[in-house]
């Protein structure tokens, strides 16, 4: 097995340690960062559930491990937290043609491109669901339970990912996702430029779609602030909040007051979502 | 009274709020920004004391607000925080001439500085003394009790203004703090050429030399940690520790096995230092 970790940086936190490796991807067809922390339970020889935390427009593994505050009630709980980037990386990966920020480098959307350019290296679902977990169940000391949660985008790829795949995630959350792509502008035109304008296609990767067909019900805990600015335009939880309804898809949807799109939010209520993925993935 | 803040950003953060304010600093002569964490508390109508945070070399007031997950403590223990800049800033202000990050802008070392270039922009040490408290108190609900805090360059700040000023704060501590800076590299480049090559002058901005005749007895609490790359050569809390104890100054260093310099690292111990300070400030 050629998986081989290069290891970045190393930082002891709450008794644990916040690490980021460099691999190869054989998905991304590229060199790719990866964050884990580590809790201090690690180091004393159990297998502890894995979170997959998924980063919205512009980040990289980086903005959540030192924003969101996680690493405190991680360390209490006892979970491993995964961080991937939000796209391939390097010389050779095409981006937007403007360098846009909502597309391309930092703007993966964790799906599987089929368009040229972007075929050959976006494939950020292949990346984040079987690869990745692969490469760490194979070097940390992991139990059989993955949990997945992230933020706008990332909530986007946190929901699409529970949803396609019944039996591979014990939980799942989102801070402010990206609730029905195929119909914000952000999702439009990712969707356009990585899938090709035929809608058709695009359904199998709004969680607004996928939550009517979704065998197994997972329940989805959603916080979104009431204040963000990309609440109206990108976000639309209302969509999936009535298509879960429909479905029987048991979802909570926490409006909260006077919030807006930043880690300032996602710090205040983390605790919150980690103790969600903790007691399912006991 | 000519104090006129203007706002610049504002968050929602663990119920109370994260605001970034710019105004036009007399001491500094330009505009600078600073943050304040303002805990639910202040919206209801409680006056609270005030814990100033200085920040250590190349940072802005961001660096703490967004990595060290203060606020949850700070509300809960309806704490207001208080993060100026490093230096001045903006056009004319002299910087290090070689752009050094060591020196000059995001390098104020809270001192008043007597040389030129840079006396007439380089007096952090009347800013967060007198400056910056006096526009705190005029504008926020806050209570005549104030604590100072501070990391590395900002460790040194908060230690000699503390030590300096009698009677003026209820509390100190430091993590990773600048602890002899005549004695170390960044602390000699730095009163060089701030307060010019005569080294007996130096000695009013050194913790080391000031902790064996300070009249009031503030207990100091400092973290380290003892995997920190700048330990041995620029911090020496070992220097800050023998002068205290040979001055009967109570001190609290602890040696934090295995932490680095990093806000890993003091986001691992901040809920500690609140504590210090909320029971001091009560």
């Given at each position: 097995?050629?998986?081989?970790?290069?290891?970045?940086?190393?930082?002891?936190?709450?008794?644990?340690?916040?690490?980021?490796?460099?691999?190869?991807?054989?998905?991304?067809?590229?060199?790719?960062?990866?964050?884990?922390?580590?809790?201090?339970?690690?180091?004393?020889?159990a297998k502890l559930p894995v979170l997959y935390w998924l980063?919205?427009?512009?980040?990289?593994?980086?903005?959540?491990?030192?924003?969101?505050?996680?690493?405190?009630?991680a360390?209490?709980l006892g979970l491993i937290i995964v961080?991937?980037?939000?796209?391939?990386?390097?010389?050779?990966?095409?981006?937007?043609?403007?360098?846009?920020?909502?597309?391309?480098?930092?703007?993966?959307?964790?799906?599987?491109?089929?368009?040229?350019?972007?075929?050959?290296?976006?494939?950020?679902?292949?990346?984040v669901v079987q690869?990745l977990p692969?490469?760490i169940e194979?070097?940390f000391?992991v139990s059989d339970k993955r949990g997945i949660a992230g933020?706008?985008?990332?909530?986007?790829g946190a929901l699409i990912c529970a949803l396609k795949n019944p039996g591979r995630y014990q939980s799942v959350s989102a801070?402010?996702?990206?609730?029905?792509?195929?119909?914000?502008?952000?999702?439009?035109?990712?969707?356009?430029?990585?899938?090709?304008?035929?809608?058709?296609?695009?359904?199998?990767?709004?969680?607004?779609?996928?939550v009517?067909?979704a065998s197994e019900k997972l329940p989805i805990l959603v916080?979104?602030?009431?204040?963000?600015?990309?609440?109206?335009?990108?976000?639309?939880?209302?969509?999936?909040?009535?298509?879960?309804?429909?479905?029987?898809h048991p979802l909570t949807?926490?409006?909260?007051?006077?919030?807006?799109?930043?880690?300032?939010?996602?710090?205040?209520?983390?605790?919150d979502h980690l103790r969600h993925h903790a007691e399912a993935l006991a």
């Amino acid at each position: 097995m050629v998986m081989s970790l290069e290891i970045v940086s190393s930082n002891k936190s709450f008794g644990g340690w916040h690490k980021r490796y460099k691999h190869r991807s054989s998905s991304l067809n590229c060199d790719m960062v990866f964050a884990v922390y580590l809790p201090p339970q690690a180091e004393q020889g159990a297998k502890l559930p894995v979170l997959y935390w998924l980063s919205g427009l512009t980040c990289t593994d980086e903005n959540f491990m030192q924003k969101a505050g996680a690493q405190r009630m991680a360390a209490e709980l006892g979970l491993i937290i995964v961080a991937p980037d939000t796209s391939p990386r390097g010389e050779g990966v095409a981006d937007d043609a403007n360098g846009a920020y909502d597309f391309g480098l930092g703007a993966g959307f964790y799906l599987n491109a089929t368009q040229e350019p972007f075929a050959r290296h976006y494939r950020m679902y292949d990346y984040v669901v079987q690869e990745l977990p692969a490469l760490i169940e194979a070097n940390f000391p992991v139990s059989d339970k993955r949990g997945i949660a992230g933020h706008s985008m990332g909530g986007h790829g946190a929901l699409i990912c529970a949803l396609k795949n019944p039996g591979r995630y014990q939980s799942v959350s989102a801070f402010s996702p990206i609730s029905n792509p195929m119909n914000c502008p952000w999702g439009e035109k990712a969707f356009s430029l990585y899938l090709g304008e035929e809608r058709s296609r695009w359904r199998e990767w709004d969680a607004s779609v996928l939550v009517a067909e979704a065998s197994e019900k997972l329940p989805i805990l959603v916080d979104q602030g009431d204040r963000d600015d990309f609440l109206e335009g990108q976000l639309k939880p209302q969509t999936l909040q009535a298509a879960a309804k429909a479905a029987g898809h048991p979802l909570t949807l926490r409006m909260q007051p006077g919030y807006d799109h930043s880690y300032y939010f996602i710090a205040s209520f983390i605790d919150d979502h980690l103790r969600h993925h903790a007691e399912a993935l006991a």
